[in-house]
């Protein structure tokens, strides 16, 4: 059983920056892959990022070149570095864990943009 813990969702203006956490309850170094997925209003969840245990990562399109998924592994902590954020970012972002990235979820935390 892994237990993660996200945080640092927040309100932003457009263009500017967050920075997720997601604290594992187990090393990270064990878990095949982690990840972020959000949901916007009215929308169905989606994937955001993932990083693999090997440290390979994987973006949405919408997340490309704007955010970073990244790991501190003594801290069990996985982060997603969010830049040049958009009114359409806006959603619960929830950090995930697990083979197929879908085993094991966090609290979401919530990102509001405003125009």
């Known amino acids: 059983q892994v237990r993660l813990v996200g945080s640092g969702g927040g309100l932003v203006q457009a263009g500017g920056s967050l920075r997720l956490s997601c604290v594992s309850s187990?090393?990270?170094?064990?878990?095949?892959?982690m990840g972020w997925f959000r949901q916007a209003p009215g929308k169905q969840r989606g994937f955001v990022a993932a990083?693999?245990?090997?440290?390979?990562?994987n973006y949405a399109d919408s997340a490309k070149g704007r955010f970073t998924v990244s790991r501190d592994i003594a801290k069990n902590t996985m982060y997603l570095q969010m830049n040049s954020l958009k009114p359409e970012d806006t959603a619960v972002y929830y950090c995930?864990?697990?083979?197929?990235?879908?085993?094991?979820w966090g609290l979401g935390t919530h990102v509001t943009v405003s125009s």
């Open positions: 995930t864990a697990g083979r197929t990235l879908r085993d094991y």
């Open positions: 187990i090393s990270i170094q064990r878990i095949d892959a």
């Open positions: 990083l693999t245990s090997e440290g390979s990562t």
